[in-house]
């Protein structure tokens, strides 16, 4: 197999972002309100793209307030940002929220909305003989950041199936490596299987001849889970009450927005890709990656707690057991 130069370059670019891409109401000075918001270029994250893009988020907040965003390829960078004040509210996965959140002692972190459920898979390399779960011993089997959603997902899988990965005494080799690594290392058949998100499932799929295990959704209650969530700074939605309102009324009409024209979203979320990396994704990968998973605004919180007793048992959550009270806002506490 030969990787396909021109959606490798340009997904691989998206590892390198770590920078303010754009800014808008040009007409910024020091008095007036600003939000500055993090997110990801995958299609998990279509809410604060289409809802840029379209004006929605701008419009919604009004002239007096700026809007910077900000591009990153992992979870954990963003927390440390939001810990750091440089950003103020952040579109992650369930693992890094509520890592933040415990991190800060509760205090730090709150979660403001859901924003995708679904959409992670378990992919196996054309050349591998896995068609169950009995054929994991001594397979190789990627997943991006330990501690991420689907790496815990996968631990988690592993466990329930009576098996370990290799650095537990088991027979299961798991690497956690970066989305593109993996990529890598499926083109040159280096892995055995992949549990990685949209639309890398998809292209592993689509363009190196993966097979598609099952979707992770069909393992959860009512075959759903938060997979990325809206975020907030607690110190900055204090002072900002009416911001974050605002933020979040629009970031549910851009949910219905999507949901409501999804050809307009598939294209206007390449149209931002080949804007911000000098490259797009083929129509077919994207159109299958938004219909694999659904946006929503539900935080689906029983989700979050299921995953959190997951991260627990793998020992993600530190040694003195986790309360993850308070990590839902609640629009009461900021009233006046």
Same mark, same amino acid.
């Given at each position: 197999?030969?990787?396909?130069?021109? @959606?490798?370059? #340009?997904i691989v670019?998206?590892? !390198?972002?770590? =920078? /303010?891409?754009?800014?808008?109401?040009? %007409?910024?000075s020091?008095?007036?309100?600003?939000?500055?918001?993090?997110?990801?270029?995958?299609?998990?994250?279509?809410?604060?793209?289409?809802?840029?893009?379209?004006?929605i988020?701008?419009?919604?907040?009004g002239?007096?307030?700026?809007?910077?965003t900000k591009?990153?390829?992992?979870?954990?960078?963003?927390?440390?940002?939001?810990?750091?004040?440089?950003?103020?509210?952040?579109?992650?996965?369930?693992?890094?929220?509520?890592?933040?959140?415990?991190?800060?002692?509760?205090?730090?972190?709150? @979660?403001?909305? #859901?924003?995708?459920?679904?959409? !992670?898979?378990? =992919? /196996?390399h054309?050349?591998?003989?896995? %068609?169950t779960?009995k054929?994991f011993?001594?397979?190789?089997?990627?997943?991006?950041?330990?501690?991420?959603?689907?790496?815990?997902?996968?631990?988690?899988?592993?466990?329930?199936?009576?098996?370990?990965?290799?650095?537990?005494?088991?027979?299961?080799?798991?690497?956690?490596?970066?989305?593109?690594?993996?990529?890598?290392l499926?083109v040159k058949?280096?892995?055995?299987?992949?549990?990685?998100?949209?639309?890398?499932?998809t292209?592993?799929?689509?363009?190196?001849?993966?097979?598609?295990?099952?979707?992770?959704?069909?393992?959860?209650?009512?075959?759903?889970f938060?997979? /990325?969530?809206?975020?907030?700074?607690?110190?900055?939605i204090?002072?900002?009450?009416?911001?974050i309102?605002n933020?979040?009324?629009?970031?549910?009409?851009?949910?219905?927005?999507?949901?409501?024209?999804?050809?307009?979203?598939?294209?206007?979320?390449?149209?931002f890709?080949?804007?911000?990396?000098?490259?797009?994704?083929?129509?077919q990968?994207?159109?299958?990656?938004?219909?694999?998973?659904?946006?929503?605004?539900?935080?689906?919180?029983?989700?979050?707690?299921?995953f959190?007793?997951r991260?627990d048992?793998?020992?993600?959550?530190?040694?003195?057991?986790?309360?993850?009270e308070?990590?839902?806002?609640?629009?009461?506490?900021?009233?006046?």
């Amino acid at each position: 197999m030969k990787i396909r130069s021109a @959606i490798y370059i #340009g997904i691989v670019t998206i590892t !390198a972002i770590s =920078i /303010v891409v754009a800014m808008y109401h040009s %007409s910024y000075s020091g008095s007036e309100n600003r939000i500055r918001v993090a997110f990801f270029l995958n299609v998990g994250h279509a809410v604060p793209i289409i809802g840029t893009e379209t004006g929605i988020f701008s419009n919604g907040l009004g002239n007096q307030t700026v809007i910077e965003t900000k591009l990153f390829d992992s979870g954990p960078q963003v927390i440390e940002s939001l810990f750091a004040n440089s950003i103020d509210i952040a579109y992650v996965g369930p693992g890094p929220a509520i890592n933040g959140f415990l991190k800060s002692e509760n205090k730090g972190i709150k @979660i403001l909305s #859901g924003a995708a459920s679904g959409g !992670a898979s378990f =992919i /196996v390399h054309p050349d591998s003989s896995i %068609s169950t779960v009995k054929d994991f011993p001594g397979k190789r089997i990627a997943a991006p950041q330990i501690g991420n959603s689907q790496d815990v997902s996968l631990r988690t899988y592993l466990s329930e199936n009576g098996l370990k990965p290799a650095e537990k005494g088991g027979s299961v080799v798991v690497f956690n490596i970066a989305n593109p690594d993996i990529y890598t290392l499926f083109v040159k058949g280096e892995i055995d299987a992949a549990w990685v998100p949209e639309p890398w499932a998809t292209i592993l799929v689509n363009e190196l001849g993966g097979k598609r295990l099952f979707y992770e959704e069909e393992l959860w209650p009512d075959k759903q889970f938060a997979s /990325v969530l809206l975020i907030g700074r607690s110190d900055f939605i204090e002072k900002h009450p009416q911001i974050i309102q605002n933020w979040i009324s629009s970031h549910m009409e851009t949910v219905d927005r999507i949901n409501s024209n999804p050809n307009e979203s598939e294209l206007i979320f390449n149209q931002f890709l080949k804007k911000t990396l000098g490259k797009s994704l083929p129509d077919q990968i994207v159109s299958e990656s938004l219909a694999n998973l659904e946006i929503t605004s539900d935080p689906i919180s029983n989700s979050i707690y299921i995953f959190a007793e997951r991260a627990d048992s793998l020992g993600y959550l530190g040694r003195h057991g986790y309360d993850l009270e308070g990590i839902f806002y609640d629009a009461k506490e900021t009233e006046p």
